[in-house]
C-alpha cells in the first residue's frame, strides 16, 4: 500500500468513525433524552427514523454530485456542516427543535459515505482489504459512540457529546483542507478501475439484501443501549442503566471490529454473495437469542451479532465497485445506501411502536424474522455474479 492510499484510507477512516458515533448518540440517550422530555418509546422511535430516513435520503443526491464536484469538497460539506450543527445542539431545548436537528444531522451525515467509499474505490487497489480498514474504523466509532455518548450526558448535560463531536469534525475538516490538494479533475480518481460494465440485475439483488440489512440495523443499533439498561440489572449493579447500555452496545460494535477483519480476508477468497447469504443466516439465531435472554447470557449472545453482521459491511461495500461503472459508481453507493439507511431507518419507528405495544425483547425477534429476504437476495445475487 503506497503513501496516497494510507493517506486517503486514513482521512477517510477517521470521517468513517465520527459519522457512526454522531448517528448513535441519540439512541444511546434514549433513557435520559426520555425523562427529560417525558416521551415514550414510540415518541424517540420516530425521532431516531427521523434521522435515519435523512441518513439515507440524503446520500442519492450526494453520490450524484460525487460525480461532479469529487469527494474532497463533499467531504469538506459533511465535516463542516455536521461540525457546527453538532455544536449548535447547545441551543435546542424542545422536541421539535430536536427533531428538526437530528433531521439535518442525519442529512449532512448522508454525505460521507457515497463520498468516502467512492473514493477508496477508484483510489486503492486491494479493495476487500481497503474496506476492511475503512471499515474497521467505522466499528471503532460504532463501539466507542455509545459508551462516549452516555459517560457524557451523564457526566455534564445531554448536549455535551454532540458539543465534543462538532468540535472534532471542524478540526478534521482542517486535516482535509490540508492533506488531500484541489484535484483539476475526477479522472485521477479512476486510474484503478478494472470493472467498467454496470450488472444491473446484481445490483436490483444487492439492493434488496442492502435495504433488508438496513432494516435490520436500524432496529438493533437504536433499541440496543435501552435494552441492555433495561435487562442487565444483576450485571455491574454499580452502574447506572445509562452506561451499562451503553457499554455493553460498544462492546457489541466492538466485536464488529472481528466481523470487519474476517470480511477483508473472506472477501478476497470466496464469493462475495454467498458470503453475504451466509452472513444474514448466522445473525437470524443470534437476534432471536437476544430477544429471549437477559443478563450475562444477553450480553455473550450479543457479542456475536457484533461479528456475524460487521462481516458484510466490507464484502458488500467491494461488490457494488464489481457491479457498477466507474462513472456510476458514486449514485450506485448513494442508493445503496439509501435503502440501507433511508427506508431501512422506518425500523426504529416500527421498533418503538412493538416495543411501547409489547416490549423491547418483542423488537430483537421481529428484526431476526425480517433476516429472511435477505438469505432469498443474497442466493439470488450469487446467480448473477460472476465468480
Known amino acids: 500500500m503506497n503513501k496516497n492510499e494510507k493517506i486517503i484510507l486514513g482521512i477517510t477512516g477517521f470521517s468513517h468513525l465520527s459519522v457512526h458515533i454522531l448517528m448513535l448518540i441519540f439512541p444511546a440517550l434514549f433513557i435520559v433524552v426520555q425523562k427529560e422530555f417525558n416521551l415514550g418509546m414510540g415518541q424517540l422511535g420516530l425521532m431516531a427514523s427521523i434521522s435515519a430516513f435523512m441518513f439515507g435520503a440524503g446520500a442519492i443526491p450526494a453520490g450524484y454530485f460525487e460525480s461532479k464536484i469529487g469527494g474532497r469538497s463533499l467531504l469538506l460539506v459533511y465535516l ?203 445473525n437470524i439465531p443470534v437476534l432471536f437469542l437476544m430477544g429471549l435472554t437477559t443478563g450475562i447470557p444477553l450480553v455473550f449472545v450479543s457479542l456475536f451479532l457484533g461479528v456475524f453482521y460487521f462481516t458484510s459491511q466490507p464484502v458488500g461495500n467491494a461488490l457494488v465497485a464489481d457491479l457498477t461503472h466507474h462513472g456510476h459508481r458514486g449514485i450506485g453507493y448513494g442508493i445503496s445506501f439509501f435503502l440501507s439507511f433511508g427506508i431501512g431507518g422506518v425500523s426504529a419507528a416500527a421498533g418503538g411502536w412493538l416495543a411501547e405495544m409489547m416490549n423491547i425483547s418483542t423488537v430483537f425477534i421481529f428484526m431476526g424474522f425480517a433476516l429472511f429476504p435477505a438469505v432469498f437476495f443474497a442466493k439470488k445475487l450469487s446467480k448473477k455474479v460472476n465468480p
Do not use: C
Open 80 to 282: 463542516l456542516g455536521t461540525g457546527l450543527f453538532s455544536i449548535g445542539m447547545i441551543w435546542v431545548h424542545s422536541i421539535f427543535m430536536l427533531s428538526i436537528f437530528l433531521g439535518f444531522m442525519g442529512l449532512l451525515s448522508s454525505i460521507y459515505h457515497p463520498a468516502g467509499l467512492t473514493l477508496i474505490s477508484h483510489r486503492v487497489k486491494h479493495l476487500s482489504k481497503g474496506m476492511a480498514y475503512h471499515g474497521i474504523a467505522g466499528s471503532i466509532g460504532l463501539a466507542i459512540g455509545p459508551l462516549f455518548a452516555s459517560i457524557l450526558s451523564e457526566s455534564f448535560y445531554w448536549q455535551m457529546p454532540y458539543i465534543v463531536m462538532g468540535v472534532l469534525n471542524l478540526f478534521l475538516s482542517i486535516v482535509v483542507l490540508v492533506m488531500i490538494p484541489i484535484s483539476k479533475s475526477n479522472s485521477s480518481e479512476r486510474e484503478i478501475d478494472k470493472h467498467p460494465g454496470t450488472n444491473k440485475q446484481g445490483l436490483f439483488y444487492y439492493y434488496g439484501f442492502s435495504m433488508t440489512m438496513g432494516f435490520v440495523f436500524g432496529g438493533f443499533s437504536t433499541f440496543m443501549p435501552a435494552h441492555f439498561g433495561q435487562h442487565t440489572q444483576e450485571v455491574f449493579p454499580f452502574l447506572s442503566p445509562v452506561i451499562k447500555g451503553g457499554l455493553f452496545t460498544s462492546l457489541v460494535f466492538s466485536a464488529g471490529a472481528i466481523g470487519q477483519i474476517m470480511g477483508g480476508y473472506t472477501g478476497l477468497r470466496y464469493p462475495k454473495p454467498l458470503i453475504l447469504m451466509w452472513v444474514a443466516i448466522l
